[in-house]
Nanobody, 123 residues
Framework: EVQLVESGGGLVQAGGSLRLSCGAS????????IGWFRQAPGKEREGVSC????????YDAHSVKGRFTISRDNAKNTVYLQMNNLKPEDTAVYYC????????????????WGQGTQVTVSS
């Protein structure tokens, strides 16, 4: 059974930091591109940061560039999202997901999804 389990969300003040983790099982983690997505109430799900399965190249959305860093540890089947200098507009449910493509940040190209973790940034 494929599972992606996110953790590390919570409530933080603007300017603070959080580190999200996503543990994966049930598929060959190293063969999949992994992405972090978020969805705020009334908005579409958007790609935040994504990392390739091959050379660990990354893509970051413009809104988080320079503040968020995605990384992965294939030995632990885990992907991380370090979020610094958080802003109220970062408030959303954050999901990790897996795609058989090497690197993509299009949510429609992702097959497996976690249940999400809430991130709330207060002003």
């Amino acid at each position: 059974e494929v599972q992606l389990v996110e953790s590390g969300g919570g409530l933080v003040q603007a300017g603070g930091s959080l580190r999200l983790s996503c543990g994966a099982s049930g598929f060959t983690f190293a063969d999949y591109g992994i992405g972090w997505f978020r969805q705020a109430p009334g908005k579409e799900r958007e790609g935040v940061s994504c990392i390739s399965s091959s050379d660990f190249s990354t893509y970051d959305a413009h809104s988080v560039k320079g503040r968020f860093t995605i990384s992965r540890d294939n030995a632990k089947n885990t992907v991380y999202l370090q979020m610094n200098n958080l802003k109220p507009e970062d408030t959303a449910v954050y999901y990790c997901a897996a795609t058989p493509l090497i690197l993509s940040c299009d949510p429609y190209e992702y097959d497996y999804w976690g249940q999400g973790t809430q991130v709330t940034v207060s002003s």
